[in-house]
């Protein structure tokens, strides 16, 4: 009996569903609220350093919106802390950037819907916060602003400031400056006192400890009496040839071309002690057209140079060793390097360099036609670092990082750094290449903080069992194929590793990559070359 009640219960419920679908509601088409909702999505961004950007979703019965910004404040909202009120806006006035704020403050913002003719009927507030970083009102410093031991700062005149303190990267006595008000008035102030060749990094300080502006320079040259100054018209081989060992060559900006040695060959100048070629002015470096091969143990430092390979007729890389042997250091640094048909660097006798460091470079147009960029064929190295620099449109035909297993004839332990550098159409010939060819015993890879567009070879960063797994951490990627993972079509099965944790980028990452401007238009990309990021 139980069972046939349940049963027709069961029916009954049913019957009843089914006679409901049947009658449907109406269509509700409009709802009407006590208030406004409150907008949506709103944001607190900061921009150029001391402006925010806000951004919100509107409501659709508002009539304008009202936002109230918050000093020193943390979405508690308290009246004290009201700095600004601004009122009137519409939903099309998002994103609406805040300006004239102090530098690193915590502000906090609020946003309401509003209806013009009843109050009852605007909305509940909605919050965000965000703290601004250090203001930078240093305008940059131009030529003759910075001497050996000296230097002039400049920014907008009246702008308040009270010291400012440089301090040098190499860890000496750092310089206080009590800004006058004569100072405050012109915007300028001369600071004597300074070590030559010294990196200094300058911050102004408002009264109450903000920070007003931040600049990093490097003092001039001051001549020492191991320094050999070149002039346009000198002849630099003759010059370098007649150097002693562990002398400095300053050099002039002009173009100088390394003319033809004793037995005809153009281009190239052999270097058989240890050298330094250093270009006098940071902001006007001195082109050298040729290229150099380093014997008997030579160590070579270029600073501040242009070395341009577009007169090179021996076609080959910038850099060679010439014989066997142990060489202490290669070292070239915030230079310019392009237009080498083979490569880079070439290796191709027992010789082991201790350490190679290339920093703070512009590379470019190295075709590596016969020859890989970076490339060890029967020697080694211990160190190669490749740190801070800009690379485009090179190594498409064969390997970035080319180290061939020459353990039998020098010893040596590979440690092979890339961070913070910008590539921009490396490696993308689509050719059966890699990022690193590297068979040498124990040899160790750090790829982080790169950027890197336009990478297409099909063979990825490595695909020999040999090169070390790199160490992948905090890469962006855009338009590359095999680096993060296998790209569709490709049948290379060999690939041994992939950065599964890069970042893809959805588009182009760089302001002007095509006419070489590789500023960063991209809030979101926090590595590649520094000098990028504006």
Known sequence: ??????????VLCAALALASCSDPMDEITSLITGRNFSPTNFTAKVKNKTNVQLTWDGSSDADSYKIEIYAGDSLEFNASNLVQTIEGL??????????????????????????????????????????????????????????????????????????ITLTPSDGGTAITYSITADDIAQGTATITGLTPETEYTAVMKRSNGKTRGTLTFTTGIDLADTDILVSPGDDIRTKIENAPAGYRLVIKPGTYMISSDTEGKAGVITINKNVTLKGLRASDHPVIQGRFALADGASLVLDQVNLDGSQNETTDHAITYATAGKFNELTITNSEIHKFTKGFFYINEAALINTIDIENCIIYHIECSGGDCFDS????????????????????SRDVVRMDNASSKVSATPVITFDHNTFYHVGDGDANYRFFYVRFTGNT?????????????KRGFANQKTTAIPTFKNNFYYDCKNLQSLAEGNTETTITCYDTNGTTLSSDPFKDAAHADFTLINDEVT????????
Do not use: H
């Open 527 to 534: 590595g590649g070359d520094p000098r990028w990021i504006k």
């Open 90 to 163: 519409t939903a099309s006035s998002s994103p609406y950037t805040i300006t004239g704020l102090d530098g690193e403050t915590q502000y906090s913002f609020r946003i309401q819907a509003i209806t013009s003719t009843d109050a009852s009927r605007d909305s509940k507030w909605t919050g965000a916060a965000c703290k601004t970083d250090a203001e930078q009102i240093f305008y940059a410093l131009g030529e003759s602003q910075v001497g050996a031991k000296w230097v002039t700062l400049s920014w907008p005149a009246t702008y308040e400031a009270t010291t």
């Open 445 to 457: 890879i750090n790829f982080t903080n790169n950027i890197v567009v336009g990478f297409n070879n």
């Open 377 to 396: 064929r029967k020697g080694g190295y211990n160190t190669f670092n490749f740190i801070g620099n800009t690379m485009y449109d090179s190594a498409n």
């Open 1 to 10: 009996m139980l069972n046939k009640l349940s049963t027709y219960l069961l």
